[in-house]
Structures are given as structure tokens and as C-alpha cells.
């Protein structure tokens, strides 16, 4: 389960780095190409399902609380992700692209890539987590890191 758990978790970091890929490829292609689509199509499929098992075999590989919560957390930050365009909707009078978008809009949507960025770090977290777990048996604690002076 152990080996597992490391497999997926490192899928789902690879996935969200190539959902940074999708979105620029769309943002820079022929809105004709309609590649912005793959961004969307991964985000609400691909992703979702990654990490629904990493949450799952995080738990079977018995990674410890601390671990699953964060692959939790990860996958709340993704349906924030959603939730961020529906507030934006909702708050600014936006339309979600290619409709009309307000300058407020865009400010909030803005914080769309910023999110993106706090699942990489969560992901690639659980990710370092599992290899710890697969590799020497345990997940890093915070306690069992040295400080700084403490050496």
C-alpha cells in the first residue's frame, strides 16, 4: 500500500504541474484550437480522481493523521478552484471566460494561479511525505527535524 501511496502521490504532483502546462498552451494557443479545454477537462477529472486516492491510499498505507489531512487538504484547495469562479460570479458580476470579466473579477481570478500554487506545495508535501514513509518507513515529523542551532 506503502509503494502505492508513493505512486499516486507523485501522479498527482506531476498532474498538477502539467495543469500550469494546459493553462499556458490554452492562454497562448488560437482560442479557435479550443486547447484551453484540456486545463478544464484535467482539472475536473483527472485531478479530482488522483486525488480522491491519494486521500484513500494515504490512509490504507496508514501514513499517519497528519498526512491524510493533507492530501485532504489538497483536495479541498481544488474544489476551492471551482469555487473561487462561482464567488467571482457572484461578487463581481463576471461571466466565466470567454464572457465579460470585470476588473474585480479579473483581480479575484487572479487568485485562480496562486491556489495553484498552494496544491503543488500541499501536493508535492504528501508527495515528500510518502516517499519518506516508503523509504524509511516513517513520515517526517516536525518534531523529529532539527532546528536551526540545534545541531
Known amino acids: 500500500m506503502r509503494k502505492t501511496f508513493l505512486v499516486i502521490s507523485v501522479l498527482v504532483v506531476v498532474a498538477v504541474v502539467m495543469q500550469f502546462y ?3 498552451v490554452g492562454v497562448f494557443s488560437d482560442p479557435d484550437d479550443e486547447l484551453f479545454a484540456i486545463h478544464g477537462t484535467s482539472g475536473r477529472i483527472v485531478l479530482p480522481l ?3 486516492l491519494s486521500i484513500v491510499f494515504a490512509a490504507l498505507a496508514k501514513a499517519g493523521r497528519r498526512t491524510v ?3 485532504v487538504l489538497g483536495f479541498g484547495l481544488l474544489l ?3 469555487i473561487l469562479f462561482i464567488l ?3 461578487l463581481t458580476g ?3 471566460p470567454p464572457g465579460e470579466i470585470t476588473t474585480a473579477g479579473t483581480v ?3 487568485f485562480h494561479a496562486l491556489n495553484g500554487l498552494a496544491i503543488l506545495g500541499v501536493t508535492g508535501t504528501v508527495a515528500s511525505r510518502a516517499r ?3 523509504m524509511e518507513g516513517r513520515v517526517p515529523s516536525p518534531a523529529s527535524t532539527t532546528a536551526p542551532g540545534n545541531v
Open 22 to 24: 494546459f493553462a499556458a
Open 50 to 52: 488522483l486525488m480522491i
Open 69 to 71: 489531512w493533507l492530501a
Open 80 to 82: 476551492f478552484q471551482t
Open 88 to 90: 467571482t460570479g457572484v
Open 94 to 96: 463576471s461571466e466565466p
Open 108 to 110: 479575484m481570478l487572479g
Open 132 to 134: 519518506a514513509l516508503v
